[in-house]
């Protein structure tokens, strides 16, 4: 029944970005625009984010099991609908609705766990499965899209979801049948911890969504193989916390690790020496790591010791997804109209190998037609061009040259679109940098308030 | 350790790692990894052709023509190529450069001296050409000294470019075949006219 919960809040949060991996075949097959993909990804984000507080209002915790399953049954009902969506407006909604359902079965989920497995268990056991998620929600999305559909995302949750419903309702609380009582006292939110997870959200949101999308879109890998890159992250992430234990630090300290790992991730990740995707491993192990190290640790701050226990894990969730809302909005339009920038630099460096070419003049001449014919046909994409090449008769001496020569233009690709993206990750690196900066200024304020709290004492 | 030092260590490692990363990056060449820039179109650039005869010859005029012509207009080759093709009538402008930088290319080619004699054009100029094969056979039996002498390269070239039809040619970019055969069949007509007022005066 945990484990069944514990899944269920791990689907909820890799939701957030499940979906990258399959944006571009939901482009093609359900005929949208780019703006109207990347809104299957933000309205979840920025749904999740508006109602996992409201969710955690009193009348509706005080029933957790009727709120957890209610939640899943809608979140498992949405996802059936989504992979159901006949045009991407329905699509959109129903990501809507999946958010709304999946708002309330994180609020439910997480007293149910800690209802059934105690406060240090319970929480760890959702923050936990929500850092997991959340990491390994684009190598699944991209694995399902790669093996059988875009569709197959979420089909694949309704059995996880539906089998959690009965579980939900058979968890005993110490309060069965009752409404949980309200504690005595209840806190102010932890403003420090939870801007600073928003701000390392949206700068995560630059290597789960970027990098996928440069991956697949830009260096044009499968999105099986985008998915298998990207796994590091999530492996990375698990490593985290045997190594937090092994060098054990402050909190504080931690955590400016976390940003510092993110931040230097990023920059590497904008950085890339070649397309090759082995250079972009170790930047996304630094970011992995940055990941386990902050994350929960932040998640788990944000709820120390403060009541209502739920309102507090709905502020962290809040903070995480629009967080992520905020690094999309930002990083969108920087991407976008860099890859548009690029388009000039990248037709004039073909245009260059093209001209100085080892070719006989009539072989050069039907290259260039047939560039110039596929590269008007793809424009405002990041073009095939073996399609180009496909089509090509030369005489056989030129055959090697143009083989080279198809190298080549995509090695000027691959540069082009690699720069395209440079800035925007430095973006995101400069906003892990921002978290650090927070994270610097909470533990400033913690210890002026201690200090304050000792002289009073004294 | 003390528990300072101690605490000190994650946050030192995640640095180390930081900059090892970043540095190892950096050092493979991450920093340059960016599309080739077009070279200024004024700087010298070595253009070769893989074909002989008049259509490698054809080749070398309009690489380096395009050249000249960019640097006039002070834009890129490839800038200049691709406002080219993509346009439907060029400017003046775009003609007066086009046309003056083959002038300059042939002009170059032939202080280099790398133009080749005229005799080696002469089979393929006769080849195409309606002439009738009294005077085909007649301008064949002259030897290619003779030829050379009588016709510079430089001048027939420079007669080729004068005729040619710069603005046609430029409009019909979109059939790049065109462009090819319109340069060398005005090569191949300087070439035969000049050999024809030649052969006919001797005559």
């Not at chain 1, 298998?228 to 999530?234: A, F, G, N």
Request: net charge negative; glycine share 8%.
């Amino acid at each position: 029944m945990g484990l069944l919960l514990t899944v269920t809040v791990g689907l909820v949060l890799a939701d957030s970005a499940i979906v990258t991996l399959a944006l571009p075949e939901m482009l093609e097959q359900l005929d949208a625009s780019v703006t109207e993909v990347a809104w299957v990804l933000i309205s979840y984000n920025l749904v999740l984010g508006v109602l996992a507080v409201p969710a955690a209002l009193r009348p509706l915790r005080v029933r957790p099991r009727i709120l957890a399953a209610a939640g899943i049954a809608v979140f498992a009902g949405a996802s059936a609908w989504c992979a159901a969506a006949p045009t991407i407006e329905v699509l959109i909604a129903a990501r809507c609705l999946q958010a709304v359902g999946g708002a309330f079965a994180l609020v439910g989920a997480l007293e149910l766990l800690v209802a059934r497995s105690g406060e240090r268990r319970g929480v760890a056991a959702w923050v936990t499965a929500g850092v997991v998620g959340t990491a390994a929600g684009p190598v699944a999305g991209g694995l399902l899209t790669e093996a059988i559909s875009w569709q197959a995302i979420f089909i694949a949750q309704v059995p996880f979801a539906a089998l959690a419903v009965p579980a939900a309702l058979a968890v005993r609380t110490r309060h069965q049948g009752q409404a949980v009582p309200e504690p005595a006292v209840s806190h102010r939110p932890v403003i420090g911890h939870n801007v600073t997870l928003a701000l390392l959200s949206a700068a995560l949101t630059a290597a789960l969504f970027l990098l996928v999308l440069l991956l697949v879109e830009g260096w044009r890998h499968s999105p099986a193989t985008a998915a298998l890159t990207v796994s590091v992250i999530p492996v990375a992430a698990l490593a985290a916390q045997p190594l937090a234990r092994l060098l054990r630090t402050t909190p504080d300290l931690e955590l400016a690790a976390g940003c510092v790992l993110v931040a230097g991730g990023l920059v590497g990740l904008a950085l890339p020496p070649s397309a090759d995707l082995w250079w972009t491993v170790a930047p996304q192990a630094l970011v992995g790591l940055g990941l386990g190290l902050s994350v929960d640790e932040l998640t788990h701050r944000a709820m120390e010791d403060r009541l209502p226990r739920a309102r507090h894990a709905a502020w962290t969730i809040s903070a995480r997804h629009l967080g992520v809302v905020v690094g999309l909005a930002v990083l969108t339009p920087v991407f976008t109209a860099d890859l548009l920038d690029a388009e000039e630099p990248a037709t004039e460096a073909i245009a260059a190998l093209v001209l100085d070419a080892p070719l006989q003049p009539d072989d050069k001449i039907s290259v260039a037609r047939a560039l110039g014919s596929h590269l008007t046909d793809q424009r405002g994409q990041v073009p095939e061009l073996d399609g180009a090449f496909a089509e090509l008769d030369v005489r056989a001496e030129d055959e090697a040259a143009v083989a080279d020569l198809e190298r080549g233009l995509d090695d000027q690709l691959d540069r082009s679109v690699s720069l395209a993206f440079r800035d925007s990750y430095l973006v995101g690196a400069g906003l892990a940098a921002l978290a650090l900066l927070s994270v610097g200024l909470t533990a400033a304020a913690g210890a002026a308030r201690r200090s304050r709290a000792r002289r009073s004492l004294v | 350790m003390s528990a300072g030092l101690r605490a000190g260590v994650l946050p030192g490692l995640a640095l180390a790692l930081v900059a090892g990363v970043v540095g190892a990056q950096v050092a493979a060449g991450g920093g340059d990894f960016a599309p080739l820039r077009p070279a200024d179109a004024c700087a010298d650039r070595a253009v070769t052709s893989q074909a002989d005869g008049i259509e490698g010859l054809t080749e070398q005029l309009v690489l380096r023509g395009i050249d000249d012509a960019a640097c006039t207009l002070d834009v890129s080759r490839e800038a200049l190529t691709l406002e080219l093709a993509q346009q439907e009538e060029p400017t003046d402008a775009q003609v007066d450069a086009v046309r003056d930088g083959l002038r300059a290319a042939v002009g170059e080619l032939a202080d280099e001296d790398a133009l080749p004699p005229s005799s080696s054009l002469v089979d393929e100029a006769l080849e195409g050409s309606d002439l009738n094969r009294f005077v085909k056979g007649a301008i064949r039996l002259v030897p290619d000294s003779v030829v050379d002498d009588a016709l510079p390269t430089e001048d027939v070239l420079t007669r080729a470019v004068d005729e040619l039809d710069v603005r046609a040619v430029l409009s019909d970019l979109d059939d790049a075949e065109a462009l090819n055969e319109a340069v060398q069949d005005a090569v191949t007509q300087a070439v035969r006219d000049e050999l024809t007022d030649r052969v006919r005066n001797l005559v």
